[in-house]
């Protein structure tokens, strides 16, 4: 933690040297806006951070293998969480809901996803940065997240950060089915 500060230190004194008064825009991402440095969002982060470094060890060593992987996946998902709304609840889905995401793009696979699919390379040039830059399944997901009716940003932000955060619950039970389970079996 204290060499991340540092750095993030370094970075700001850095950053602020090469824009003076605060404005670094060099006309490409992600250097575009003002540099800003809030640290009261930040505190429930921080905080979370220090409790899940002190704590979950001891805890994780405690807990049934069984109830790991669901642990790994709900603090993980509760870590993106905090990180996300750190700038206020609003910022959630901002990311996602921007025109140049994925979500700008489902007007366009209208009603036929595989007739979208079929002409994904051919209208690739039209389509945002982000979309050109990825395969077309991630627009395909979102259509039909909306087809179920969780439409807009806040439900894909929700399943981006729920399929994200099963990551480290699926390494636990990879390692698990090999036998190789971080701490032994409780004895009866």
Do not use: C
Not at 10 to 34: D, E, K, N, S, T
Not at 109 to 126: A, H, I, K, N, S
């Amino acid at each position: 933690m204290a060499v991340w500060a540092l750095l993030l230190a370094i970075a700001l004194v850095w950053g602020h040297a090469l824009a003076p008064g605060g404005r670094l825009a060099v006309g490409a991402p992600p250097f575009q806006g003002y540099w800003r440095f809030q640290p009261l969002p930040l505190v429930g982060a921080a905080a979370y951070a220090a409790v899940a470094v002190a704590v979950l060890p001891g805890v994780a060593a405690r807990l049934p293998w069984r109830v790991l992987p669901v642990s790994a996946w709900l603090l993980t998902a509760a870590w993106a969480l905090v990180l996300a709304i750190a700038g206020g609840p609003s910022r959630l889905s901002r990311p996602i809901d921007r025109p140049h995401e994925y979500l700008a793009v489902l007007p366009r696979v209208g009603q036929d996803p595989l007739g979208w699919l079929r002409t994904f390379t051919e209208r690739l040039p039209t389509y945002p940065v982000h979309v050109k830059g990825h395969p077309p399944l991630m627009v395909l997901v979102f259509w039909g997240w909306a087809r179920l009716g969780l439409n807009g940003g806040g439900w894909a932000a929700a399943l981006v950060i729920a399929v994200g955060a099963s990551g480290g619950a699926a390494r636990l039970v990879q390692v698990g089915a090999h036998g190789q389970q971080p701490h032994p079996p409780q004895a009866q």
